[in-house]
């Protein structure tokens, strides 16, 4: 028997649909096959933004020929979405062929859904409000090697005004320190080069007096060849203690991903985000200045309601002065049941798409120009892969930029020095020396 797993959203979720793959290789499913062949399809879903949510709606809408032409294929449906007030029931109803319906809440049962499901006709839908049960006992098929991920925290606290996320994963719980040390001492003895942790808030964990710079200090002190990444970090818990760990071990990769939303006062007031405009900048200042190579990388919104041109502008000075090596921008997309999808002054879609290409001109222009610095110099690539199309080995350098080369032996799982020939946008190209 055969599965395929579709995930959407972040990397919480992509670790989760290992943890899928695993709980399916326990149920008898035995390996991943394309979508027509599998026995049992999964999606994994987000609904972080309406497009998130269209494009699963769409997916699984098409599943309905293959379930026709095969009676056995077991379909389920699970994560964010489904975990939204409502979401499950609109779904079943679109949707009847939908086997199973599962939340974030209780991944860890889905082989019990399963059982439940191969002995009734009728379709289970299980999405309980509250955690039951930690998905710390599943063991992940890992499927990105030599990279590793590892949860430290689930769900958040922060209800920053637009997000659904503390709606549909729960409260903020910190896993025992214990248990993330020797998940990370044995990834790193079964070979994994990279590691990173995961959580909404990674600076907000918390287990007995270890805090998160405790925590990271631990990881990287564990022996052995291997980076270490952490994300996501809340400029509002943003510490000196957490640059001092940065500082002190070269494993930890220096970049800091700390998004900041917007650049305007007002808006990041009315987003709930706890921090101001120059408590942003004096962060990235800081960081600097312990850390002169360090880079950041962040999230930005546009067209939250009432954004003005001048926010706007404030966010484009913003992104200029903390001079981000990267970004990832959004257009502002209303979610039922969050504070600002209530707010008065939504903006037009029009006006949000002229702010985004204007946002994304600025920011490639940084890219680029840092990236431009890099030629003539050299790079430490983590070997992750091959890109058929170019005819490339490829990997990224600890600052998350994808470099390209070409070798006569397969040096995935490797650390290999380039010297950088050419640049493009956040790629590099250069040959091992
Ligand atoms: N916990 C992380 C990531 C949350 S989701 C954090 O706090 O940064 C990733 C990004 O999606 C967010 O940083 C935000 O920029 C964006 N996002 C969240 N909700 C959104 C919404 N309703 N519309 C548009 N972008 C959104
Ligand atoms: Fe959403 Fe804010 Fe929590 Fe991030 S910190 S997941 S943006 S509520
Ligand atoms: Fe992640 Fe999307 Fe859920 S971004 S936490 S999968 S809503």
């Known amino acids: 028997m055969k599965y395929h797993i579709v995930t959407y959203g972040c990397q919480m979720n992509l670790h989760e649909s290992e943890k899928i793959a695993g709980i399916l290789r326990e149920k008898g499913y035995e ?3 394309p979508m027509e062949e599998a026995d049992i399809i999964v999606f994994n879903t987000c609904c972080i933004r309406e497009n998130a949510e269209n494009h699963a709606f769409g997916n699984i809408g098409s599943l309905k020929k293959l379930k026709r032409a095969k009676k056995s294929l077991m379909i389920a449906v699970g994560g964010c979405m489904v975990q939204e007030a409502g979401k499950a029931e609109t779904l079943k109803e679109k949707f009847p062929f939908i086997d199973i319906l599962f939340g974030t809440h209780n991944l860890a049962e889905l082989g019990d859904l399963i059982e439940q499901k191969r002995l009734q006709k009728k379709a289970v839908l299980s999405v309980p409000e509250e955690r039951r049960e930690t998905e710390d006992g599943i063991s992940p098929v890992r499927t990105s090697y030599p990279n590793a991920w590892v949860n430290i925290t689930y769900g958040c606290n922060n209800f920053c005004s637009y997000c659904i996320v ?27 080069k990279e590691i990173t942790l995961l959580g909404q808030n990674v600076n907000s964990y918390r287990d007995g007096d270890t805090a998160f710079p405790a925590l990271l200090d631990e990881v990287a002190s564990i022996e052995g060849n291997f980076r270490l990444r952490f994300m996501t970090s809340h ?28 650049g305007s006062n007002r808006i990041l007031s009315l987003m709930n985000r706890r921090y101001t405009r120059e408590k942003y900048l004096d962060c990235v200042k800081y960081l600097k200045s312990e850390i002169p190579d360090a880079e950041l990388t962040t999230d930005l919104i ?32 209303p979610r039922t049941g969050t504070k600002a999808a209530e707010m008065e002054g939504q903006i037009p879609e029009e006006v949000s798409k002229v702010r985004i290409i204007k946002l994304i001109d600025l920011v490639n222009s940084l890219t680029r120009g840092k990236s431009a610095k890099y030629v003539g110099g050299t790079a430490e690539i983590l070997c992750e892969g091959y890109d058929e199309k170019k005819g490339m080995y ?3 350098d600890p600052y998350g930029r994808m470099g390209y080369f070409v070798s006569d032996t397969n040096p995935i799982g490797e650390f290999v020095t380039l010297k950088i020939t050419r640049a493009s946008g956040i790629s590099l190209y250069g040959e091992r020396i």
Not at 171 to 184: C, G, P
Not at 239 to 251: G, N, Y
Not at 302 to 312: C, Q, R, S
Request: glycine share 4%; aromatic share 10%; hydrophobic share 35%.
């Open 31 to 33: 390996e991943e096959s």
């Open 166 to 192: 503390p709606y549909v994963r729960g409260r903020e719980r910190s896993r025992k320190k214990e248990d993330i040390l020797a998940e990370v001492e044995k990834l790193v003895k079964e070979g994994y």
């Open 235 to 262: 400029p509002k818990d943003f510490s000196a203690e957490l640059v001092a760990v940065m500082k002190k071990h070269t494993k930890i990769c220096r970049v800091l991903h700390l998004p900041a939303q917007s």
């Open 302 to 333: 546009v067209g939250f309601p009432t954004e003005t041109e001048a926010d706007f502008e404030d966010t484009l000075s913003l992104v200029r002065e903390a001079d981000f090596a990267s970004a990832f921008t959004f257009i502002y997309s």
């Open 394 to 396: 490829l990997g990224r």
